[in-house]
Protein backbone atom coordinates (compact mmCIF):
# COMPACT_ATOMS: atom_id res chain seq x y z
CA UNK A 1 0.00 0.00 0.00
CA UNK A 2 2.75 2.36 1.25
CA UNK A 3 4.70 1.79 -2.66
CA UNK A 4 1.35 2.63 -4.02
CA UNK A 5 1.01 5.54 -2.62
CA UNK A 6 4.26 6.62 -3.69
CA UNK A 7 3.78 5.61 -7.17
CA UNK A 8 0.72 7.37 -7.68
CA UNK A 9 2.14 10.45 -6.17
CA UNK A 10 5.38 10.58 -8.80
CA UNK A 11 2.33 10.02 -11.55
CA UNK A 12 0.33 12.91 -9.99
CA UNK A 13 3.06 15.39 -9.83
CA UNK A 14 2.53 17.66 -12.80
CA UNK A 15 5.65 18.65 -14.61
CA UNK A 16 4.97 22.04 -16.73
CA UNK A 17 8.15 22.76 -19.25
CA UNK A 18 7.42 25.03 -21.62
CA UNK A 19 4.34 24.01 -24.42
CA UNK A 20 3.80 21.23 -21.96
CA UNK A 21 0.27 19.87 -21.65
CA UNK A 22 -1.13 20.60 -18.75
CA UNK A 23 -2.63 17.24 -16.90
CA UNK A 24 -5.94 16.06 -17.04
CA UNK A 25 -7.98 18.13 -14.22
CA UNK A 26 -11.01 16.69 -12.50
CA UNK A 27 -13.65 17.91 -10.12
CA UNK A 28 -14.00 15.41 -7.18
CA UNK A 29 -17.75 16.07 -5.59
CA UNK A 30 -17.90 14.88 -2.44
CA UNK A 31 -20.79 16.45 -1.21
CA UNK A 32 -22.52 19.12 -2.53
CA UNK A 33 -25.86 20.51 -1.40
CA UNK A 34 -28.39 22.85 -2.18
CA UNK A 35 -31.66 24.14 0.18
CA UNK A 36 -33.30 22.76 -2.82
CA UNK A 37 -33.08 20.09 -5.53
CA UNK A 38 -32.86 22.51 -8.27
CA UNK A 39 -30.16 24.90 -6.09
CA UNK A 40 -28.17 21.29 -5.69
CA UNK A 41 -28.60 20.81 -9.51
CA UNK A 42 -27.38 24.34 -10.31
CA UNK A 43 -24.56 23.91 -7.69
CA UNK A 44 -23.38 20.58 -10.22
CA UNK A 45 -23.59 22.00 -12.91
CA UNK A 46 -21.71 24.59 -12.18
CA UNK A 47 -18.89 22.24 -10.76
CA UNK A 48 -18.93 20.45 -14.24
CA UNK A 49 -17.97 23.70 -15.84
CA UNK A 50 -15.48 24.79 -13.56
CA UNK A 51 -13.86 21.08 -14.82
CA UNK A 52 -14.32 21.59 -18.31
CA UNK A 53 -12.74 25.33 -18.50
CA UNK A 54 -9.83 23.71 -16.47
CA UNK A 55 -9.43 21.34 -19.19
CA UNK A 56 -10.25 23.80 -21.87
CA UNK A 57 -7.09 24.94 -24.11
CA UNK A 58 -8.19 28.54 -24.91
CA UNK A 59 -8.58 28.85 -20.40
CA UNK A 60 -4.91 27.03 -19.82
CA UNK A 61 -3.68 29.28 -22.57
CA UNK A 62 -4.64 32.58 -21.30
CA UNK A 63 -4.01 31.69 -17.47
CA UNK A 64 0.10 30.94 -18.59
CA UNK A 65 -0.08 35.03 -19.54
CA UNK A 66 -1.35 36.22 -16.16
CA UNK A 67 0.55 37.87 -13.82
CA UNK A 68 -0.10 37.63 -9.94
CA UNK A 69 0.64 39.57 -7.02
CA UNK A 70 0.28 38.53 -2.97
CA UNK A 71 -0.98 41.00 -0.54
CA UNK A 72 -0.76 39.05 2.47
CA UNK A 73 2.83 37.75 4.03
CA UNK A 74 1.17 33.99 4.28
CA UNK A 75 -0.12 33.35 1.15
CA UNK A 76 0.91 30.04 -0.23
CA UNK A 77 3.37 31.81 -2.87
CA UNK A 78 4.76 35.04 -2.74
CA UNK A 79 3.89 36.84 -5.79
CA UNK A 80 3.71 33.52 -7.86
CA UNK A 81 4.84 33.31 -11.37
CA UNK A 82 2.06 31.93 -13.90
CA UNK A 83 3.79 28.45 -13.93
CA UNK A 84 4.09 28.27 -10.23
CA UNK A 85 0.63 29.31 -10.09
CA UNK A 86 -0.80 26.81 -12.54
CA UNK A 87 1.53 23.87 -11.48
CA UNK A 88 -0.10 24.45 -7.83
CA UNK A 89 -3.96 24.76 -9.07
CA UNK A 90 -3.74 21.36 -11.44
CA UNK A 91 -1.75 19.65 -8.72
CA UNK A 92 -5.05 19.84 -6.58
CA UNK A 93 -3.64 19.59 -3.49
CA UNK A 94 -5.77 20.42 -0.46
CA UNK A 95 -4.48 21.94 2.64
CA UNK A 96 -5.67 19.36 4.80
CA UNK A 97 -4.59 16.58 2.77
CA UNK A 98 -1.37 17.08 0.50
CA UNK A 99 -1.75 14.01 -1.43
CA UNK A 100 -1.75 16.24 -5.11
CA UNK A 101 -4.33 13.98 -7.04
CA UNK A 102 -4.93 16.83 -9.81
CA UNK A 103 -8.37 17.27 -8.85
CA UNK A 104 -10.71 19.86 -6.42
CA UNK A 105 -12.01 18.11 -3.75
CA UNK A 106 -15.45 19.88 -3.89
CA UNK A 107 -17.68 20.21 -0.54
CA UNK A 108 -20.50 22.45 -1.42
CA UNK A 109 -22.81 24.08 0.68
CA UNK A 110 -25.93 26.41 0.37
CA UNK A 111 -26.23 29.04 3.02
CA UNK A 112 -29.85 30.93 3.29
CA UNK A 113 -29.40 34.51 2.96
CA UNK A 114 -30.61 36.22 6.50
CA UNK A 115 -32.49 39.22 6.39
CA UNK A 116 -29.37 41.45 7.92
CA UNK A 117 -26.83 40.20 4.96
CA UNK A 118 -30.24 40.88 2.31
CA UNK A 119 -30.39 44.28 3.92
CA UNK A 120 -26.56 45.74 4.42
CA UNK A 121 -24.53 43.24 1.52
CA UNK A 122 -27.43 43.00 -0.91
CA UNK A 123 -25.62 39.49 -2.40
CA UNK A 124 -22.00 41.38 -3.00
CA UNK A 125 -20.57 38.47 -1.00
CA UNK A 126 -21.94 35.67 -2.62
CA UNK A 127 -19.96 33.08 -0.37
CA UNK A 128 -16.88 31.97 1.88
CA UNK A 129 -14.73 29.09 2.23
CA UNK A 130 -11.21 29.14 4.33
CA UNK A 131 -7.62 28.01 3.81
CA UNK A 132 -7.43 24.04 5.79
CA UNK A 133 -10.94 23.85 5.54
CA UNK A 134 -12.91 21.32 3.36
CA UNK A 135 -16.18 23.25 3.31
CA UNK A 136 -17.07 26.22 0.91
CA UNK A 137 -20.22 28.01 1.11
CA UNK A 138 -22.62 30.01 -0.94
CA UNK A 139 -25.65 32.03 -0.16
CA UNK A 140 -28.53 31.50 -1.65
CA UNK A 141 -29.03 34.81 -2.54
CA UNK A 142 -26.59 33.82 -5.82
CA UNK A 143 -28.22 30.50 -6.32
CA UNK A 144 -31.36 31.96 -6.82
CA UNK A 145 -30.59 34.86 -9.32
CA UNK A 146 -30.78 33.94 -13.44
CA UNK A 147 -28.08 33.08 -15.52
CA UNK A 148 -25.74 32.56 -12.60
CA UNK A 149 -24.24 29.38 -13.53
CA UNK A 150 -20.37 31.72 -14.83
CA UNK A 151 -20.65 33.47 -12.00
CA UNK A 152 -21.06 30.36 -9.84
CA UNK A 153 -18.15 28.63 -11.71
CA UNK A 154 -15.81 31.18 -11.11
CA UNK A 155 -16.89 31.62 -7.19
CA UNK A 156 -16.08 28.16 -6.67
CA UNK A 157 -12.75 28.15 -8.01
CA UNK A 158 -12.14 31.22 -6.73
CA UNK A 159 -12.94 30.21 -3.23
CA UNK A 160 -11.72 26.36 -4.02
CA UNK A 161 -8.71 28.29 -4.68
CA UNK A 162 -8.49 29.03 -1.08
CA UNK A 163 -8.67 25.52 0.15
CA UNK A 164 -5.01 25.02 -1.92
CA UNK A 165 -3.90 28.07 0.88
CA UNK A 166 -3.86 30.81 -2.13
CA UNK A 167 -5.21 34.02 0.10
CA UNK A 168 -6.36 37.38 -0.24
CA UNK A 169 -6.95 40.12 2.33
CA UNK A 170 -10.44 41.16 3.24
CA UNK A 171 -10.54 44.61 2.25
CA UNK A 172 -10.88 45.19 -1.07
CA UNK A 173 -8.00 47.52 -2.46
CA UNK A 174 -6.27 48.60 -5.56
CA UNK A 175 -4.50 45.61 -6.60
CA UNK A 176 -6.55 42.83 -4.66
CA UNK A 177 -7.85 41.58 -8.26
CA UNK A 178 -4.08 40.13 -8.93
CA UNK A 179 -4.26 37.68 -6.30
CA UNK A 180 -4.67 34.31 -7.17
CA UNK A 181 -8.31 33.44 -5.81
CA UNK A 182 -9.03 36.47 -7.99
CA UNK A 183 -7.36 36.27 -11.27
CA UNK A 184 -7.89 32.55 -11.16
CA UNK A 185 -11.77 33.03 -10.08
CA UNK A 186 -11.96 35.89 -12.74
CA UNK A 187 -10.93 33.94 -15.41
CA UNK A 188 -12.77 30.60 -15.04
CA UNK A 189 -15.98 32.79 -14.86
CA UNK A 190 -15.01 34.29 -18.07
CA UNK A 191 -14.24 31.19 -19.81
CA UNK A 192 -17.41 29.32 -17.94
CA UNK A 193 -19.15 32.14 -20.37
CA UNK A 194 -19.18 29.06 -23.17
CA UNK A 195 -20.04 26.24 -21.67
CA UNK A 196 -23.09 27.34 -19.44
CA UNK A 197 -26.21 27.23 -22.23
CA UNK A 198 -29.17 28.33 -20.74
CA UNK A 199 -28.90 28.42 -17.43
ZN1 LIG B 1 -11.67 34.87 -1.34
Redo the contacts with the bound molecule.
Sequence with gaps: MKKLSILMLTVALPVLAAGQQFPEFRVNVIEIKGRSYSQTEKMKRAVTIFENVLNDAAFQKELTTKTFKSDRDDDLVPDPTASRVIEKIYAGRELYNPEPNNAADIYWYAEKTGLWKRMTDRCNTIGYGYPGEKEIYTYTCLLKEKDSLAKLAGHIA??WS?KLGFV?RAEDHAERHLTV?YVFGDLVFKHAARWTGAD
Design positions: HEHHP
